[in-house]
């Protein structure tokens, strides 16, 4: 098949592979957009409440409830999370085209995140059983939505950055 176009120049290649390199930051700040505002008071909401409930799961007596009382509720609000997360991440991939990602997240940020809040999640609540000091649990829920908020603020500020 002939075609009757020149071949291009090769400041036309730089400028063609310029303008793919803004698509691709374009594409990469989209999928960076934070959460929406209501998932992400969710998620901070949850976040606070785990090192609580994990502590009413882990004690060895009816702590405030009985065990499985405590259980349930984990299994409820694991469950109402799942549904919301589902809900956020359908709603976001119909109005934008693309879903979130993590990996989009300077690596210096995500890597302490994903080793220190689970165990700030859950080395309160047993901090708690070992010592009955509820300020573990007061400490470990704040710390927990303070890394929740600063991890949405990342985010927006990544987005801001590159958008």
Known sequence: METNEAPLTPEQARAALADTDRVRASAAALTATPWPTWFFITLTLYTAVL??????????????????????????ITALYAALLAVATKSWRDKTGVALRLDVLPKRATVPLVVGLPLLLVGGPFAFSATDQP????????????????????????????A
């Open 135 to 162: 300020a573990w649990l007061i400490a470990s829920s704040l710390l927990g939505a303070a890394a929740s908020a600063g991890f949405h603020l990342t985010f927006v500020r990544l987005h801001r950055r590159t």
């Open 51 to 76: 090192p609580i409930i994990l502590a009413g799961i882990i004690t060895d007596r009816d702590w405030l409830l009985p065990r499985p009382a405590w259980m349930a509720t984990m299994l409820a």
